[in-house]
């Protein structure tokens, strides 16, 4: 499934399988995110919202080369105005000026479709990591439209007046560019594809992109999930399902003893463990309970080695030099065990012994 991506001054859009998706940073700097199905309403939605966050000077150099191509056409002051096809290498040319806070969105943009693997926000060093550089970028278009441009022009500018041969050069590079586009991933443009793409990384790199910021990266990340929750929202559920399926989750009883601290009390030494969990928590997908005497952790047995491994040092790194760590571990083969179930099978027996 193909899924496609544009940034605008305040954030970033995807679209996929007929929904858009949006999130941006309104004027006070709040993040804000929409998925809606792609018609005519959404993209009037999305129109307005990238115009309206556009800065002045760039709506103005906009309006005013549109102005020149249209109004001296309608009004009779002896100038025809710019040519129409002016429109054109407006359309492309807007690429090499784009406003700097659009620049770290567009690379922001950039790094999700760089990154392999999940996108979310517990990733987002990685994501920081990825390469700024699209295959799939519109730059390439962009490179592809001038250099045919060049190439028509000189060819015809041989046998026609200047002013007609940049006319057929600029209205027929916009069919190479529609050609380009339709079949640039076939084996035999590769060879195209070789000539086009260093361009187009040396622009992405030097003009059209910027390095993202955290928030641009997070504004990012959360237009992709979203489109993500919509268009695979089934197949995530049905996915998460089986993982739980398949996964069979020991339990660990855990009691960690600093031994030596010149105090009998341990909480702050609790703390620090619970702490250290929280932090694991999400990098590990477990479950942990503090109880007066022992803290639970739910998780698959490599993973429970590696937690226990990891809180096994707390105490020396907050200034223990002996601990005793009491580890009871129970592990059932024979069907799925996890912490709410092996309670809500006592207590289902407690109320049926009180019937």
């Not at 959404?42 to 115009?51: E, P, R």
């Not at 966050?53 to 191509?69: I, N, Q, R, Y």
């Not at 025809?80 to 290498?89: H, R, S, V």
């Not at 006319?167 to 027929?172: C, D, H, K, L, P």
Request: charged share 20%; proline share 4%.
């Amino acid at each position: 499934m193909r899924i496609s991506g544009m940034s605008f001054q305040a954030g970033v859009f995807f679209t996929a399988k007929g929904f858009l998706s949006c999130a941006f940073h309104d004027g006070n700097g709040k993040l804000n995110s929409w998925v809606k199905p792609l018609n005519g309403k959404t993209l009037l939605q999305a129109f307005m919202l990238s115009l309206t966050t556009t800065p002045f000077w760039f709506k103005s150099l906009l309006l005013s080369v549109v102005a020149f191509v249209l109004v001296p056409k309608i009004l009779p002051i002896g100038w025809n105005g710019l040519p129409y096809y002016a429109l054109i290498y407006l359309l492309f040319g807007t690429h090499f000026i784009f406003p700097s806070t659009l620049k770290q969105y567009h690379g922001a943009e950039h790094k999700i479709f760089s990154m392999k693997g999940r996108i979310n926000k517990h990733r987002l060093s990685r994501i920081r990591k990825a390469s700024i550089r699209n295959r799939g970028c519109s730059t390439s278009l962009v490179v592809v439209y001038f250099l045919s441009a060049i190439v028509i022009l000189l060819g015809y500018w041989i046998f026609f007046p200047f002013s007609k041969s940049l006319a057929i050069a600029s209205y027929g590079a916009v069919l190479v560019v529609a050609i380009y586009h339709l079949f640039h991933r076939s084996a035999k443009m590769a060879w195209v594809e070789r000539l086009i793409l260093p361009l187009s990384y040396w622009l992405q790199t030097k003009l059209t992109t910027k390095e993202p910021e955290r928030k641009h990266l997070l504004c990012a990340i959360e237009s992709y999930q979203k489109l993500g929750y919509q268009v695979f929202s089934d197949a995530l559920i049905d996915r998460k399902i089986e993982r739980r399926r398949r996964k069979k989750m020991a339990i660990a009883d855990v009691t960690i003893i600093p031994v030596g601290t010149g105090t009998p009390s341990v909480s702050s030494y609790v703390v620090e463990v619970h702490k250290r969990l929280q932090k694991l928590e999400t990098e590990y997908s477990l479950k942990y309970q503090l109880t007066p005497m022992s803290t639970l952790i739910e998780a698959e047995v490599p993973t429970l080695y590696k937690v226990l491994e990891e809180l096994h040092k707390v105490p020396f790194e907050h200034g223990a030099e002996r601990v005793a760590l009491n580890i009871r571990i129970d592990d059932r083969r024979d069907q799925s065990s996890s912490l709410e179930k092996k309670l809500k099978t006592v207590n289902d027996q407690l109320k049926d012994s009180r019937n």
